[in-house]
């Protein structure tokens, strides 16, 4: 169930007193799109640290600007270069700053005691170990990095219970159903009614997809994402780690979430409640409402985002998803329905084939059949805790790497 313990602070306090906020993963969308939130917001927020893999030209902007205690560097060739620009730099920002590189230096990063909010904004796998080390300080956890849930959701949510950790949804899907919740309790949800835009291949064929090219993956009709979400989207992988994400959330099973395909992007998700209610929060396309929401709840703050008319977008309308074009959403259907490992081999193999995907060496149909192949290759295992689910992401990651040549 989700799990909402903020630190005690009443609305009074949580207005005047500043949050410090870190974010791992500050260049990219997420990331951005969350500076974007704290510089419009000067008088609320104080940046601590934040992270990058390469992209050290924009992680140097964002020092320059946001003035962050520390940073850390995934990519040590990067890191290196970063430290030789910050040893010959007389600029104060630099000088006083501490920089950390590879997996250890996000973790240093999440761990700090002296941080409010944590913003998981790193793609894929990476983020899991960072989180929990977060968590363990009850430090609050505003989550876009959904694969930390889809590989270790039992962990991290018992590990957020233990330390009563607050976790708040960045993504616009779970943070509208988070939304659509205030008042009520998780207990009364009937089903969970995800939406998805479908994609830029929404209504194609199997036929149309065959020899498809990542040109044409990364035409996503709606939003502006990095490239390894965007590819996710055109496959519906995306909405699969999503439910799988919904269900660690919000404490429901995978039969009580239906994806419904909705190409306008206005209705975020929707709740059905017990007594056959249905709330849905809606909404312009911009992720800083949600990124907003998550750094500021429970409060809201005014915000110049563009506003939704109605009069103008006219109609909205709703699709079922095509399972047999779109067989990556069924199998995270499947792998949650199984549950264990199944959804750890699910996303380490889909991280890799996306990969491979955008580098030109797989057709759009192998993702979905090399993670298939993966899933029933491993050896499962039921009740996994974290030293299975990091052994099993590397047994996955090579698997793909060796069968698919």
């Known amino acids: 169930m989700l799990n909402t313990n903020l630190k005690s602070q009443n609305n009074t306090e949580a207005l005047n007193k500043k949050k410090v906020i870190s ?49 850390a560097i995934f990519d040590e060739d990067s890191y290196l270069e970063f430290l030789k620009i910050k040893n010959s730099s007389s600029d104060k920002s630099l000088i006083d700053l501490e920089v950390y590189k590879g997996l250890d230096g996000l973790v240093k990063i999440a761990k700090s005691k002296s941080i409010d ?49 607050s976790i708040i949804p960045v993504d616009s899907e779970h943070s509208a159903i988070f939304q659509c919740l205030n008042g009520e309790e998780n207990s009364k949800i009937d089903k969970i009614l995800l939406t998805a835009s479908g994609g830029p291949f929404r209504g194609k064929s199997k036929e149309d997809l065959i020899s498809v090219k990542k040109e044409d993956a990364l035409k996503h009709p709606n939003w502006t994402m990095g490239q390894k979400i965007t590819i996710d989207s055109s496959t519906l992988m995306n909405k699969g780690l999503e439910v799988i994400e919904a269900k660690w959330l919000f404490g429901v099973e995978a039969d009580d979430i239906i994806v419904h395909v909705h190409p306008q992007s206005i209705v975020h998700s929707m709740l059905q409640f017990s007594d056959s209610t249905v709330i849905a929060q809606m ?4 992720m800083r409402v949600p990124i907003q929401y998550a750094l500021t709840y429970p409060e809201r703050i005014d915000a110049d985002f563009e506003r939704l008319n109605l009069f103008e977008i006219s109609s909205l309308t709703f699709e079922k998803p095509d399972m047999e074009v779109f067989p990556c959403l069924k199998l995270a259907f499947d792998a949650l329905k199984h549950g264990g490992t199944d959804c750890t081999v699910l996303n380490a193999s889909n991280e890799v084939l ?52």
Not at 134 to 152: F, G, H, P, Y
Not at 376 to 393: G, T
């Open 283 to 286: 909404g312009c396309p911009d």
């Open 23 to 71: 974010i791992l993963g500050s260049t990219g969308s997420i990331g951005t799109q969350s500076l974007d939130v704290i510089r419009l917001n000067p008088e609320l927020f104080e940046l601590e640290g934040i992270t990058t893999n390469k992209n050290i030209k924009l992680l140097l902007e964002q020092v320059k600007e946001f003035n962050p205690n520390k940073v």
């Open 354 to 405: 996306v990969g491979k995907f955008l580098n030109d060496e797989i057709s759009f149909y192998d993702i979905p059949k090399y993670i298939d192949l993966a899933i029933k290759s491993h050896n499962y295992i039921e009740n996994p805790e974290l030293e299975d689910i990091l052994a099993v992401d590397k047994w996955t990651r090579n698997f793909i790497n060796n069968t698919v040549k």
């Open 117 to 165: 909010i944590l913003v998981t904004a790193v793609v894929g796998m990476i983020g899991l170990v960072p989180t929990l080390e977060a968590i363990k300080n009850s430090t609050t956890i505003a989550l876009a990095n959904k694969e930390t849930l889809v590989t270790a959701g039992s962990i991290v949510m018992r590990e957020a219970n233990k330390y009563k950790a």
